[in-house]
């Protein structure tokens, strides 16, 4: 059992950066691959980064590419999203999520049923 718990969310302006936390624990957290998703209202829950459980492999949606940066520290059992040069259109709710797989693939990462675990989210909001 893994469980997943977001932070760093908040309000900020269109320019600005935040660097969003997810604190695993479980025994095995290490071992998951990680990601990102979110959700903004209305809209469909979208893929954002992935990360491999050893941080050795990464993929990043297009819109994203260039602007977000995933890592993680398995000693702290914690995946990190910083996110610069914000835009309104990334305001949403983030949520981190965990899944076993290892092929590290566009269509394996991106796509929500890879994945066992998820966190509440948190909320970003960018004003204009």
């Known amino acids: 059992q893994v469980q997943l718990v977001e932070s760093g969310g908040g309000l900020v302006q269109a320019g600005g950066s935040l660097r969003l936390s997810c604190a695993a624990s479980?025994?095995?957290?290490?071992?998951?691959?990680m990601a990102w998703f979110r959700q903004a209202p209305g809209k469909e829950r979208e893929f954002v980064a992935a990360?491999?459980?050893?941080?050795?492999?990464?993929h990043y949606a297009d819109s994203v590419k260039g602007q977000f940066t995933i890592s993680r520290d398995n000693a702290k059992n914690t995946v990190y999203l910083q996110m610069n040069s914000l835009k309104p259109e990334d305001t949403a709710v983030y949520y981190c999520?965990?899944?076993?797989?290892?092929?590290?693939?566009?269509?394996?990462?991106?796509?929500?049923?890879?994945?066992?675990?998820w966190g509440r989210g948190t909320q970003v909001t960018v004003s204009s």
């Open positions: 999520a965990a899944g076993p797989y290892r092929t590290f693939t566009i269509v394996v990462v991106t796509n929500t049923r890879q994945y066992d675990y």
């Open positions: 479980g025994r095995t957290a290490s071992t998951y691959a």
């Open positions: 990360i491999s459980w050893d941080g050795g492999r990464i």
